[in-house]
Each structure stands twice: as structure tokens, then as C-alpha cells.
């Protein structure tokens, strides 16, 4: 893969005003992550389960999807 390494990348898009409270899975590929974490937004718990794709070492695609948190 060229550029920056794919978790850099996505540590570097989950960073304040976000604070990850745990990671329930993180997998990748040569090209894209997938991500499920439980996050305080701003008070918050959310749960965020999303995907980069890249391209050239840039991402190409991002995508998040807000879902309910577990008990």
C-alpha cells in the first residue's frame, strides 16, 4: 500500500472531539478497514460502525452508520 498506513489514517479520523470507549472489531484488507466502536460524542455513547477505502494511499471512500449501543 502507498502513503500513509490505514490505521494511522483512521486513528487520525476518530480523534476529538471523539474519545473511542471500545473497539468491538477492527479488520483489514490491503485497501479497507471496517470498524465497530463504541464512542463518547460530546457526552454521548454512540456506536459506529463504518469503512474506508483507499486509493492511491488517499481515501477514496469513507462510511459510518450510527447504530444502537448493546447493554
Not at 489514517?9 to 471500545?22: D, G, M, S, Y
Request: charged share 25%.
Amino acid at each position: 500500500m502507498q502513503g500513509r498506513d490505514i490505521l494511522n489514517l483512521f486513528t487520525q479520523a476518530v480523534t476529538p472531539p471523539r474519545r473511542i470507549l471500545r473497539a468491538t472489531a477492527v479488520c483489514r484488507t490491503e485497501d479497507t478497514l471496517l470498524y465497530d466502536v463504541v464512542q463518547d460524542v460530546a457526552g454521548d455513547t454512540v456506536r459506529i460502525v463504518g469503512s474506508f477505502v483507499l486509493r492511491d494511499g488517499l481515501i477514496w471512500r469513507h462510511t459510518s452508520l450510527e447504530v444502537p449501543v448493546d447493554s
